[in-house]
T-cell receptor, first 113, second 112 residues
Framework: EAQVTQNPRYLITVTGKKLTVTCSQN?????MSWYRQDPGLGLRQIYY???????DKGDVPEGYKVSRKEKRNFPLILESPSPNQTSLYFC????????????FGQGTRLTVV | DQQVKQNSPSLSVQEGRISILNCDYT??????FLWYKKYPAEGPTFLIS?????DKNEDGRFTVFLNKSAKHLSLHIVPSQPGDSAVYFC???????????FGKGTRLHILP
């Protein structure tokens, strides 16, 4: 089954404690990205990657890091989380060959206290 | 600078009637437009798309209309069903090698 898997689904952490949210896709997609969803702001892109070892900033990259060492994985790293990073995070992937829709993960609800 | 705008945060429609969700965009270079549906506690799922070379695409109860001169697209759901209650995101991409840009979403409530 084609899917994008994020872990964890829920996370409560304290300010400043480094964390990583993992994302993995099994569709051999070149393109992967991270979004955050906040009330009234919709989906905002954090980072994206066009292929292995190629990453670019999205609209709201501050406070986040990503890496793309393998095609299937695209982890989101918060080196020093702050309360304003409390949000719902989605990972997505799509094929640059077909260039159409993106598949989304189930989401990670992060709370930073 | 919002390139994809959904100006209605919410919409309520009677079950069985037509739901029309609207979306405006500013970038005339957008090549492909998509609609996503999102239920609470789930990731967005792809619903329907349209290429800029077309003005209409239909898939069952869902039809997307594109008016390039007005930089406007709309999603029609006929007839509306209770399971259609969700947040709908309009999205666009400049070309197949570029990122998808999302609107803020419209929450659709289907009333019994």
């Amino acid at each position: 089954e084609a899917q994008v898997t994020q872990n964890p689904r829920y996370l409560i952490t304290v300010t400043g404690k480094k964390l990583t949210v993992t994302c993995s896709q099994n569709m051999n997609h070149e393109y992967m990205s991270w979004y955050r969803q906040d009330p009234g702001l919709g989906l905002r892109q954090i980072y994206y990657s066009m292929n292995v070892e190629v990453t670019d900033k999205g609209d709201v990259p501050e406070g986040y890091k990503v890496s793309r060492k393998e095609k299937r994985n695209f982890p989101l790293i918060l080196e020093s989380p702050s309360p304003n990073q409390t949000s719902l995070y989605f990972c997505a992937s799509s094929s640059l060959q077909t260039g159409t829709e993106a598949f989304f993960g189930q989401g990670t609800r992060l709370t930073v206290v | 600078d919002q390139q994809v705008k959904q100006n209605s945060p919410s919409l309520s429609v009677q079950e069985g009637r037509i739901s029309i969700l609207n979306c405006d965009y500013t970038n005339s270079m957008f090549d492909y437009f998509l609609w996503y549906k999102k239920y609470p506690a789930e990731g967005p799922t792809f619903l329907i798309s349209i290429s800029s070379i077309k003005d209409k695409n239909e898939d069952g109860r869902f039809t997307v209309f594109l008016n390039k001169s007005a930089k406007h697209l709309s999603l029609h759901i006929v007839p509306s069903q209770p399971g259609d209650s969700a947040v709908y995101f309009c999205a666009a991409r400049p070309n197949r090698d570029d990122k998808i840009i999302f609107g803020k979403g419209t929450r659709l409530h289907i009333l019994p």
